[in-house]
């Protein structure tokens, strides 16, 4: 049953199984998960800090398979464009679309299935306020409603200070709605380099909805981490450049800041933590949803069978190498981003290099892909890494 507190009301949750701290992404993934199981589930109990659910992000991945999220998708696209030497360069992925899934009705979908469940509850408005204890064979974990008491504790709150990232992805996006048809609806562009920033790599990615409806957002990957204001500016040159002599409304904006490889592994706590910064994010491309997922499944999976709950599993020394690799070369030589990133999809099959990409990639894919990139930036960067330890990318 999904509640809402008002501060100084006492959430009444009964001897807990497993504690969720936080119910955004990973948290909500995780229990509607376990509210499937129905009587057989662990009791389980969400506590997030926000006071209602809105739209406020706007996930987009591959999609190799059918999944269960699928009469969400608000958009999906058979192929995408990518800027390469001035032009605009268009791939097929109409064998793994690229799709869009709004995050409130995720948020619903999972939130409907807690409701159904008699195993599974959340509570809105209730913060977390220090971390867990262990108290004998449980874990106290104090909240601004009082102290909750599990068996399991996963906890997917974001650190209090950022840590320490090799690159940062900040972006901000507007929902924009023109009264001319503006936008080539059949197709994604995944990196648009029309405007470079000294910033770091640069550009636009532009999801159409419709002709006349896209989500236009400017993405930053660099050193610093970007404030929305930071972004305004180019976002709204983005716009006039591709919503000329037309009017214009906007519906929606959101901004984001993912981690790129962390620069030095947090210290393990003894309970389990997920999300977007604990293995959430694939280092290299900073996308999370799908890698949430998976972990949710696993977690899920572990916690119905008995046993208790699981972190994000690690990825492969071949793709934690290449990934490290790959951001060293974007921090220490921004510039040949956007010839890096564009060559990646030009000169590797695009099957492969989506597959590496969305974490299902064989040697073969990670190989290609590495087939594609000149030698020179990464055989730099290997060298560097050799020579110096610090700035090591962990994942
Ligand atoms: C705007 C945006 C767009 C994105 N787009 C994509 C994309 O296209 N593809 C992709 O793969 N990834 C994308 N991501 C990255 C990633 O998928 C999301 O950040 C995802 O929401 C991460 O899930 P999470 O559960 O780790 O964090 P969140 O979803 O942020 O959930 C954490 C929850 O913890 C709660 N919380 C925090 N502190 C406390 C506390 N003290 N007590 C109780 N609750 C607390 C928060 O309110 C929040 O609900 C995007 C991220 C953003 C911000």
């Known amino acids: 049953m999904a509640r809402t507190h008002r501060s100084g009301e006492r959430p009444l949750v009964p001897d807990l199984d497993v504690l969720v701290l936080g119910g955004g992404c990973a948290g909500l993934a995780l229990a509607l998960r376990l509210a499937d199981a129905g009587g057989g589930a662990p009791r389980t109990h969400v506590v997030e800090a926000r006071a209602r659910y809105e739209d406020d992000r ?38 793994t679309p690229y799709q869009m899934l709004p995050s409130l009705p995720y948020y619903e979908y999972a939130l409907a299935r807690i409701e159904q ?14 971390d867990p204890v262990r108290e004998g064979d449980r874990w106290a974990v104090p909240t601004d409603h009082g102290v909750l008491r599990a068996r399991h504790v996963v ?3 974001p650190p209090a200070a950022l840590p320490q990232a090799v690159l940062w992805q900040s972006f901000l996006g507007r929902v924009v709605r023109t009264a001319e048809p503006r936008f080539d609806a059949e197709a994604a562009t995944l990196m648009d380099f029309t405007a470079p920033s000294s910033r770091g790599v640069q ?19 660099g050193a610093q981490a970007l404030g929305e204001a930071d972004l305004t500016q180019d976002l709204d040159a983005a716009l006039e450049r591709l919503t000329p002599e037309t009017s214009r409304s906007i519906t929606r904006s959101e901004y984001g800041l993912l981690p790129m490889g962390l620069t030095a592994r947090p210290t393990p706590k003894p309970w389990v933590q997920a999300g977007l910064f604990h293995g959430g994010a694939r280092p290299s491309t900073g996308y999370a949803f799908q890698r949430i997922q998976t972990w949710a499944e696993a977690c899920a999976e572990a916690l119905l069978d008995g046993a208790p709950p699981l972190p994000a599993a690690r990825d492969t020394a071949l793709r ?3 990934d490290a690799v790959f951001l060293r070369v974007l921090r220490s030589e921004p510039e040949r981003g956007p010839a890096l990133l564009s060559r990646l999809f030009f000169a590797a099959p695009t099957d492969r290099v989506i597959r590496f990409l969305s974490d299902v990639g064989s040697t073969a894919d990670a190989l290609a892909v590495v ?6 930036p990464f055989l730099r960067a290997v060298g560097a890494a050799l020579l110096q330890t610090p700035q090591r990318e962990v994942g």
């Open 58 to 95: 706007t996930w987009c991945f591959w999609s190799a398979a059918p999944h269960r999220f699928e009469g969400l998708i608000a958009a999906s696209w058979n192929a995408f464009g990518v800027g390469h030497e001035g032009q605009l360069e268009r791939y097929d992925c109409s064998a």
């Open 117 to 130: 469940s008699d195993r599974v509850t959340l509570d809105l408005q209730v913060r977390v306020e220090g």
């Open 155 to 157: 906890d997917t709150r």
């Open 203 to 221: 550009f636009t990615y532009v999801l159409p909805i419709s002709d006349r409806e896209a989500l236009v957002e400017t993405t930053v990957f």
């Open 320 to 322: 934690r190498s290449m």
């Open 371 to 376: 087939r594609s990139l000149p030698p020179g």
